[in-house]
């Protein structure tokens, strides 16, 4: 057996994810799919949970990775809190059975409804703007609150998911600190926490590092004496190429915990330690599977086109970004290039282009890989064609998580929701 992408696995001519055979789920359950190895998703919980070894440590969740929620519920189960970003994140967590306190609340440019929903709620606030914290500050005086501050770094695997330095729209800069200290002053509030997000996909250990120090160089015992935690974010890297280098994170998480040991020890507290990684959790527990249908010779160039699109998985189109792609049905067949495309009417619908992989027919599936961060939870609709299926995996087992709508169903309930 050969190791590809933990965890697909290929057996002879099969791939398996979990030890299960994904040419099967596709006969089972139709195609696009989404695949999750639930038990995957929970090893990697663990491993992180063992590198930051920190008695006072809680990993919430970006749940913006990936909402599935059997994905939640397990994660639940081995004890992992959220960090979530709108109203409906906020009530599926809470319908899912975590508990408010749960829950850090981190969304960008909160309205007063929205801050004022998720407040009373009973879940804690993290404000990234002078502006904001004043009309949080205005309609609940003598509250508890988090800050998030602009870590000064600029990290990330594209300009589009870095969040520190001067062009992002995040954070409080660390240079308004006072500023900030005043307006939580004027409304007695308690600064209960510290936040920073450097970016998505942090490649250097140091860059991840140094976002760390310098939030830490502003929170004082003086300035902030009712601390309980300070979170560093998420942004943890995992391979996509298969010629990419794994991050050891024990060997990151250890530096990590000594830098937060030495700034406790000066705080004269041993505080908690939060980090918010999404992809991490999930990127490599799941795989997408779409089918080939038309295969076109354009002058020389191959186009294998799919019955699916940037719809449904939009990373590459949206940052370029690379996912390897497997031939299920062909894993000894020649080796020929192709444009791997999809079924939306704009010419920028590819999941590959100039992709060297076994020789695709008509009728073959195709496995994306690292699909499980970012990818059916940035899915849409356009074109109208409905969110695709989602299956998990655990103990080896497939079931069903997220039905798919069937296209007449569909249609029905937009018609329906225009009242017409
Ligand atoms: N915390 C905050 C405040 C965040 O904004 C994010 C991600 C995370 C945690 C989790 O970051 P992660 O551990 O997943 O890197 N759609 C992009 C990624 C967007 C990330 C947005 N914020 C992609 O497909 O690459």
């Not at 319908?95 to 909160?110: H, Q, R, S, V």
């Not at 205005?138 to 998911?161: I, M, Q, W, Y």
């Not at 619908?349 to 690292?370: H, T």
Request: aromatic share 10%; with cysteine; glycine share 10%.
């Amino acid at each position: 057996m050969q190791n590809l992408n933990a965890p697909v696995t290929r057996d002879h001519d099969s791939y398996r994810l979990h030890g299960v055979d994904l040419l099967s789920l596709c006969a089972q359950y139709g195609s696009p799919l989404y695949v999750y190895d639930l038990d995957h998703i929970v090893s990697c919980y663990k491993g992180l949970v063992q590198a930051f070894a920190w008695p006072k440590l809680r990993i919430h969740y970006a749940m913006k990775a990936n909402y599935n929620l059997d994905i939640l519920k397990a994660l639940r189960a081995e004890g992992a809190r959220i960090d979530a970003v709108s109203p409906a994140e906020v009530f599926v967590v809470l319908k899912a059975g975590f508990p408010k306190e749960d829950i850090l609340y981190t969304a960008n440019n909160m309205t007063d409804e929205e801050m004022s929903l998720v407040h009373n709620l009973g879940v804690l606030l993290n404000i990234d703007s002078l502006s904001g914290l004043k009309r949080y500050g205005e309609a609940f005086p003598g509250s508890n609150v988090c800050l998030r501050f602009n870590s000064d770094v600029v990290a990330g695997e594209t300009e589009k998911v870095q969040t520190g330095g001067e062009k992002t729209k995040f954070g409080i800069r660390l240079e308004d600190v006072e500023p900030a200290l005043d307006i939580a002053a004027r409304y007695r509030l308690t600064i209960v926490g510290l936040h920073e997000h450097t970016g998505s996909g942090i490649a250097e250990a140091e860059q991840f590092y140094q976002g760390m120090k310098n939030l830490l160089s502003i929170g004082t015992k003086e300035r902030f004496p009712a601390l309980r935690f300070v979170d560093f974010g998420g942004g943890f890297k995992v391979p996509y190429r298969p010629e990419d280098k794994r991050i050891d994170y024990a060997v990151f998480g250890k530096k990590a915990v000594e830098i937060f040991a030495d700034f406790c020890r000066a705080y004269g507290r041993e505080l908690e330690l939060y980090f918010e990684p999404g992809r991490y959790l999930v990127a490599e527990g799941g795989i997408f599977l779409m089918q080939v249908n038309t295969i076109k010779d354009n002058r020389g160039r191959l186009i294998a086109g799919t019955n699916s699109g940037f719809g449904h998985l939009i990373r590459p189109m949206l940052y370029d970004a690379y996912h390897h792609i497997l031939n299920i049905s062909n894993p000894n067949g020649a080796s020929r290039t192709y444009d791997i495309c999809g079924n939306i009417c704009e010419t920028g619908d590819l999941f590959a282009s100039d992709r060297s992989i076994p020789e695709i027919r008509e009728g073959d599936f195709l496995a994306v890989l690292n699909a499980g961060a970012y990818c059916h939870s940035m899915a849409s609709v356009y074109n109208l064609r409905p969110l695709p299926v989602e299956i998990v995996i655990r103990n080896g087992v497939a079931s069903l998580s997220r039905r798919k709508a069937t296209h007449e169903a569909f249609a029905e309930e937009i018609v329906a929701s225009y009242g017409g």
